[in-house]
């Protein structure tokens, strides 16, 4: 699976198998899932604590944190997306809306 050949769709149906096929489900209210984005979270910026911009940038130059990180993001992108479906939010419109907000908010000139 790559970005390049993979669905948004497919990445949905792959979170939603995981945690079924586990009975995750109970576990998984909106407090839950939000406190472990947050958790999530603060472990990747934990890899950044103390860094300047050029500092953060050249961190991802190593493949071994570069690999750390990348799981971190995983970890906030799984739980979101899980959020989201427990939630009832249809991800692909929620971000398109918030970038056309974002573009009214913020024009390029």
Known sequence: MSDQTTTFAQ????????????????????KNLSMAIAAEAAELMEHFLWDDADQSRKRLDDPGKADEIAREIADIVIYTIEF??????DLSEAITQ???RNAQNYPVH
């Not at 979170?15 to 995750?24: D, G, K, L, N, T």
Request: proline share 3%; net charge negative.
């Open 11 to 30: 990445i949905k149906e792959k979170i939603r198998s995981f945690v079924e096929e586990r009975e995750w489900q109970q576990f998984h209210s909106p």
């Open 84 to 89: 989201a479906y427990e939630a009832g939010i």
């Open 98 to 100: 918030k970038l056309e």
